[in-house]
């Protein structure tokens, strides 16, 4: 019989949860602002937002159910949904959530999908990710550090890069 741990993982997700807000200045964690940070990414996954007023409305972190209990195949809103992505990272043995928003998540899985050519799992390696002040957001930049065990990977970094969510932009 295998052990499945997906249900283990997500009751430790939404326990320990924080979101990550991402600003022009640099990355919020805690209350804490740093320009850059390393981490593992758990899990990341397609997600989307219903925006109405610059304030969000409905949103689904999997892409297919929202968080009113709603499908969002069936939903007559769908086509003014924002497509993102939800990244959850282990950044200092605590769990944090971002969700990337256009050029972001098109960035993110350009990156993801050049640790797949490597042959590298996401939860395997370390990231550096940090922001480049584009004045009204900040623009994400992911870089390949080195594998979760140690072997460094400095002479062959990747990077991409983009626009992300934040903390601000969830739906209460």
Same mark, same amino acid.
């Given at each position: 019989?295998?052990?499945?741990?997906?249900?283990?993982?997500?009751?430790?997700?939404?326990?320990?949860?924080?979101?990550?807000?991402?600003?022009?200045?640099?990355?919020?964690?805690?209350?804490?602002?740093?320009?850059?940070?390393?981490?593992?990414?758990?899990?990341?996954?397609?997600?989307?937002?219903?925006?109405?007023?610059?304030?969000?409305?409905?949103?689904?972190?999997?892409?297919?159910?929202?968080?009113?209990?709603?499908?969002?195949?069936?939903?007559?809103?769908? /086509?003014?949904? =924002?497509?993102? !992505?939800?990244?959850?990272?282990? %950044?200092?043995? #605590?769990?944090?959530?971002?969700? $990337?928003?256009?050029?972001?998540?098109?960035?993110?899985?350009?990156?993801?999908?050049?640790?797949?050519?490597? /042959?590298?799992? =996401?939860?395997? !390696?370390?990231?550096?990710?940090? %922001?480049?002040? #584009?004045?009204?957001?900040?623009? $994400?930049?992911?870089?390949?550090?080195?594998?979760?065990?140690?072997?460094?990977?400095?002479?062959?970094?990747?990077?991409?890069?983009?626009?992300?969510?934040?903390?601000?932009?969830?739906?209460?």
């Amino acid at each position: 019989m295998s052990f499945d741990p997906e249900p283990i993982k997500d009751i430790l997700y939404r326990l320990a949860l924080r979101y990550l807000t991402i600003k022009p200045e640099g990355l919020l964690l805690d209350g804490q602002l740093v320009t850059s940070l390393e981490a593992r990414i758990l899990s990341y996954c397609g997600a989307r937002t219903l925006y109405r007023g610059r304030k969000p409305h409905c949103r689904s972190l999997d892409g297919l159910v929202s968080s009113k209990g709603q499908r969002c195949a069936e939903c007559p809103e769908l /086509k003014n949904c =924002t497509s993102q !992505v939800r990244v959850d990272l282990l %950044v200092d043995r #605590r769990v944090y959530r971002a969700l $990337l928003a256009y050029t972001s998540a098109q960035q993110f899985l350009i990156y993801t999908g050049v640790l797949l050519q490597k /042959k590298l799992k =996401t939860d395997k !390696v370390i990231t550096r990710i940090s %922001v480049i002040n #584009r004045g009204s957001w900040g623009e $994400l930049k992911f870089e390949l550090i080195k594998k979760a065990g140690g072997e460094s990977q400095e002479g062959n970094l990747v990077q991409a890069s983009g626009l992300g969510g934040s903390e601000e932009e969830r739906p209460d």
